[in-house]
């Protein structure tokens, strides 16, 4: 791995930080609410019923957390009649589920992501293919305050390095459920795209 300095600390964290009796205990939770979700699905005539709700959930929440809003009739309405008008926030909400079924059709073939294939995944949720961001300027601005709340790192050699280390850490044997909180973090951190940013 190339030798650069970074503010954000590398993969993997101290264990120390990361398994604290309260993250243990909600791993627990987690690992027995998965077994019982899992149970449950078993009993279904068709699976993919289940799972196309549950990926279509996720796409809307984390959307939302980008301020891209729409609702689940929306959602239902579009995909069940596939219709060429609908909204920016919609359609972005419907190809983040189609980036979610490329990641997993991903791991399924080759066991593994790479850079590569975290940006071709990024191209089906925005439409382009600007890739990982290139000129330095990038801030996160509360629209309201004007206030900047994080500044990512701002140079390419950078963000290339440390989505290799993200992805050597992805790719590794670990199979906790905090390893993808830790995961979900670093890359907000490295923030490595330029959607959803304004530039000062």
């Not at 790479?114 to 990982?132: F, L």
């Not at 900047?148 to 459920?177: A, H, R, V």
């Amino acid at each position: 791995m190339r030798n650069i300095e970074s503010q954000v600390p590398l993969l993997p964290l101290d264990i120390e930080l990361i398994e604290t009796k309260a993250v243990l205990r909600k791993e627990a939770e987690a690992r027995q609410a998965l077994a019982e979700l899992s149970g449950f699905a078993y009993t279904l005539p068709n699976q993919g019923i289940l799972l196309n709700a549950i990926s279509l959930q996720e796409a809307k929440e984390s959307s939302a957390i980008e301020n891209i809003i729409t609702t689940q009739d929306e959602l239902y309405k579009t995909l069940a009649t596939k219709s060429p008008i609908i909204d920016s926030s919609t359609k972005e909400v419907i190809n983040y589920r189609e980036a979610i079924y490329k990641g997993c059709d991903n791991i399924k073939k080759k066991k593994l992501i790479s850079v590569s294939d975290i940006c071709k995944i990024q191209e089906t949720i925005v439409e382009n293919n600007a890739g990982i961001r290139k000129l330095p300027g990038t801030s996160l601005v509360n629209d309201t305050t004007n206030e900047i709340i994080y500044t990512p790192p701002q140079y390419y050699d950078e963000i290339c390095y440390l989505l290799d280390n993200f992805c050597g850490y992805l790719n590794n044997d670990e199979k906790s459920l905090w390893k993808m909180a830790v995961l979900h973090y670093q890359f907000e951190t490295i923030h490595p795209f330029n959607k959803c940013q304004r530039y000062m």
